[in-house]
């Protein structure tokens, strides 16, 4: 019975997990802008909206394991690989801008000197 209950709630903490991924992946690859993908020379946006678009509605309809691993993976490799490709050719990475870690919000912090 104990066995049971577990098997339950690490079923639907893998399910929203990978949901949540899954969303946030998508979300994520439809803010970028299509010409961003181009220039880092990956996949087109099409292809990564359809990929992850798909990948959320089989987490959603048919939440079967080997189905929700093949889906991760398709949005991990999104959000290491093409991700960070995308924000170093739109110029992102961080609100900032790219500053340094000793910025503050007039300049650089030079320790009282």
Same mark, same amino acid.
């Given at each position: 019975?104990? %066995? &049971? =209950?577990?098997? !339950?709630?690490? #079923?639907?903490?893998?399910?929203?997990?990978?949901?949540?991924? +899954?969303?946030?992946?998508?979300?994520? +690859?439809?803010?970028?802008?299509?010409? &961003?993908?181009? &220039?880092?020379? $990956?996949?087109? $946006? $099409?292809?990564?909206?359809?990929?992850? *678009? @798909?990948?959320?509605?089989? #987490?959603?309809?048919?939440?079967?394991?080997?189905?929700?691993?093949?889906?991760? @993976? /398709? /949005? @991990?490799?999104?959000?290491?690989?093409? %991700?960070?490709?995308? &924000?170093?050719?739109? =110029?992102?990475?961080?609100?900032?801008?790219?500053? !340094? !870690?000793?910025?503050?919000?007039? *300049?650089?912090?030079?320790?009282?000197?």
């Amino acid at each position: 019975m104990l %066995r &049971a =209950g577990f098997d !339950s709630l690490l #079923n639907l903490v893998m399910f929203l997990v990978f949901t949540g991924f +899954a969303v946030a992946a998508l979300v994520f +690859a439809a803010m970028a802008r299509e010409d &961003a993908y181009r &220039a880092a020379d $990956k996949q087109t $946006k $099409k292809f990564w909206l359809i990929i992850l *678009g @798909i990948n959320l509605v089989l #987490n959603l309809l048919l939440p079967m394991l080997f189905l929700q691993i093949a889906g991760v @993976i /398709a /949005a @991990i490799v999104f959000m290491v690989d093409v %991700r960070p490709a995308l &924000a170093q050719v739109s =110029g992102g990475g961080g609100p900032r801008g790219g500053g !340094s !870690s000793s910025d503050g919000p007039y *300049g650089p912090y030079n320790g009282g000197r």
